[in-house]
Nanobody, 120 residues
C-alpha cells in the first residue's frame, strides 16, 4: 500500500502563505496522478487540486484558483501545495492521495493530514 505523510500545516493570518508537503512511501511514484483534499469540521472531504504524473496538467477547485499551486518532485516522491492569500474559509485538515485517474476518486488509504488554520 501507498503510505502518505502530510506536513507543513500551521496557524497563519489571513493573507498569509503556507507550503504543504506530501511524502509518499511507494515505488514508482511517477506513475500516480495525485490530489490534494481538505476537510473542514462538519463537512465532507473535498478535492482541492489535482496533478498528472509529470505535472503537465493541473486542476484546481474554483475556490482556490489563482491562490494555490500544486507541484510535484518525482525524484523525491513528494507532491506540494503552495497556498497563498489564505482565507479563513481555507481552514481545514489537508490530505493528499493517489487518484484512480486525473481528478478521479482517491485510490489509497488516508494519512493523518495536516491542519491548516487561517485566523487573525
Amino acid at each position: 500500500q501507498v503510505q502518505l505523510v502530510e506536513s507543513g500545516g500551521g496557524l497563519v493570518q489571513p493573507g498569509g502563505s503556507l507550503r504543504l508537503s506530501c511524502a509518499a512511501s511507494v515505488r514508482d511514484f511517477s506513475i500516480y496522478t495525485m490530489g490534494w483534499y481538505r476537510q473542514a469540521p462538519g463537512k465532507q472531504r473535498e478535492l482541492v487540486a489535482s496533478i498528472t504524473t509529470t505535472g503537465s496538467i493541473k486542476n484546481y477547485a474554483d475556490s482556490v484558483k489563482g491562490r494555490f499551486t500544486v507541484s510535484r518532485d518525482n525524484a523525491k516522491n513528494t507532491v506540494y501545495l503552495q497556498m497563498n492569500s489564505l482565507k479563513p474559509e481555507d481552514t481545514a485538515v489537508y490530505y493528499c492521495n493517489t487518484q484512480r485517474h486525473f481528478m478521479g476518486p482517491p485510490a489509497g488509504s488516508w494519512g493523518q493530514g495536516t491542519q491548516v488554520t487561517v485566523s487573525s
